[in-house]
């Protein structure tokens, strides 16, 4: 491998002036890039194997790439579209195999992958599959490509690259919705942690510890988001506490207690209402809350939209909308660029995460197809 270049060793604003020629990439070369980088475990905050292999990818087609001081892959080029998803994955060791999907014991949902081979393992779906499909795409069609870190935790591979350079002409983002789905909304996040200290006493007396008012405080939020159970998820705001701590000081003369928390904000509503909402319940203790990202709604009437729309039909495909209730990059490109986008991926998104995650490869061809389709659309060329 190449050794790679740093934000030092070129102008980082220089991304949308970069020029590149468009390269065939071949079925099996894709597929053996997608092998490669789910076969390299990329856990938050350990990418940097996959990100050398992404590396290695552009370098073998000519294509400017480095390393830039956040760890994100920068392959700058055509900047009518940028392509990017993320490198890093969640824990957990999946044996990576490929099998074909009717020697495999697998539920109905993947009937249709029979006769198909599928990849087995951790970030086949989230979101290596989309990520190499990108990669594939962007060498083939000679468009802009980011491999961006730390999407699973803090972002700050997405929120490296919105400070470090010029919105591009128009952004799709990689995270599964199958060949056919088009990612247009998010919800926003907003994680909070509450800590209370109180006096330590006899378990008999009646007044409230720390412990108590972290739960009777974490009670009332979401009293006061408890919403018709009928109304879309996606407009609702809900609540989640992901961690709670508590009990008597080493010093045995209080009782402390720590809650982190997690809001999901739909595009209704904003970020500081939903905050000042939940500050309003606080009785004791305090609470503090990390950088929120916004809630996000495209329109289906951007040229990226009927774009994907476009190149999905003459992959024999029948186009979705989708709206999805969870966050991702694209809440942060939405937010700091003035440019239509999407975002579209291989994979069953009921597979984030899980122990069988999973990705058909014939799915994955289709859905570089679909991408170079959409890249070639977006910078003028002819589909």
């Not at 305090?286 to 009927?306: G, K, L, N, Y």
């Not at 029948?318 to 440019?339: F, H, Q, V």
């Not at 991926?345 to 959409?374: I, T």
Request: with cysteine; glycine share 8%.
């Amino acid at each position: 491998m190449s050794s790679t270049m740093t934000d030092t060793d070129i102008d980082s604003d220089s991304d949308a002036d970069a020029d590149t020629d468009a390269t065939a990439v071949s079925t099996d070369d894709a597929r053996q890039l997608l092998i490669d980088l789910v076969s390299t475990p990329s856990p938050s905050g350990e990418e940097r194997a996959a990100a050398e292999c992404l590396v290695e990818f552009f370098e073998t087609y000519d294509r400017e790439v480095w390393l830039d001081a956040a760890g994100n892959v920068r392959a700058p080029a055509d900047d009518s579209v940028l392509l990017t998803s993320h490198i890093d994955t969640v824990p957990g060791e999946i044996p990576v195999e490929v099998e074909p999907a009717d020697e495999t014991d697998v539920e109905a949902e993947v009937a249709e992958e029979t006769g198909e081979d599928v990849l087995w393992g951790r970030g086949s779906v989230d979101a290596t599959g989309p990520l190499a499909a990108m990669a594939a795409a962007a060498v083939h069609t000679g468009v802009s490509f980011v491999g961006v870190v730390g999407e699973e935790t803090n972002s700050r591979g997405a929120r490296h690259l919105v400070a470090d350079r010029e919105a591009p002409d128009a952004v799709v983002n990689g995270e599964p919705s199958g060949t056919t789905g088009i990612t247009l909304g998010y919800r926003g996040f907003l994680s909070g942690t509450y800590v209370a200290t109180s006096e330590s006493g006899h378990t008999s007396r009646p007044e409230p510890n720390a412990i108590q008012h972290a739960t009777n405080w974490w009670t009332r939020v979401e009293s006061a988001f408890k919403q018709d159970e009928y109304q879309p998820v996606f407009e609702r705001v809900t609540t989640k506490p992901v961690a709670i701590d508590g009990g008597v000081t080493d010093d045995g003369l209080s009782v402390e207690a720590t809650l982190d928390a997690q809001l999901r904000v739909p595009p209704a509503l904003d970020i500081e209402t939903v905050r000042e909402t939940a500050e309003a319940e606080l009785e004791y203790g305090t609470v503090s809350w990390a950088e929120p990202i916004p809630p996000v709604m495209e329109s289906p009437r951007t040229e990226v939209a009927r774009a994907f729309r476009a190149a999905i039909r003459k992959e024999d495909g029948e186009p979705r909308l989708l709206r999805k209730t969870g966050t991702s990059d694209m809440n942060l490109y939405a937010g700091a660029w003035e440019c239509p986008m999407a975002t579209y991926g291989p994979g069953n998104s009921d597979l984030d995460h899980a122990p069988d995650e999973r990705l058909s490869l014939a799915e994955f061809d289709q859905s570089v197809a679909v991408l170079s389709r959409v890249a070639t659309t977006l910078t003028g060329g002819e589909d």
